[in-house]
C-alpha cells in the first residue's frame, strides 16, 4: 500500500455500526484504510489476507458476521469498480 492509502479524511459512515466495526477491528493494530483507496475485488483479497494475519499474530479473526458487514462496508465505500 502506498502511503496516499492511509486516512487523511474522516471515514465514511463512522457513525454506523459498520463504519464503527470497521475501524475497531481493522484500525486496531494499524490505521484503517480509506475504504476509497481500494476496489471492491481489492478489498476481497486484502481482508483474507489480513484473517490469516491475525491468526498467525493470535488475534481472534473476524467472526462470518464481521466479515460481512466490514466487506459490504468497504463494497458500498470503495474506489472505483
Not at 466495526?21 to 489476507?49: E, I, K, N
Request: aromatic share 6%; charged share 20%.
Amino acid at each position: 500500500m502506498s502511503a496516499t492509502a492511509c486516512q487523511k479524511r474522516p471515514l465514511p459512515e463512522s457513525d454506523t455500526y459498520a463504519g464503527q466495526l470497521y475501524a475497531s477491528r481493522c484500525g486496531g493494530c494499524h490505521v484503517a484504510f480509506d475504504p476509497r483507496s481500494m476496489t471492491p475485488a481489492m478489498w476481497q483479497v486484502q481482508v483474507s489476507a489480513m484473517q490469516d494475519k491475525m491468526r498467525a499474530a493470535g488475534i481472534a479473526p473476524l467472526t462470518s458476521e464481521q466479515r460481512e458487514t466490514i466487506m459490504d462496508y468497504l463494497t458500498r465505500n470503495s474506489g472505483a469498480n
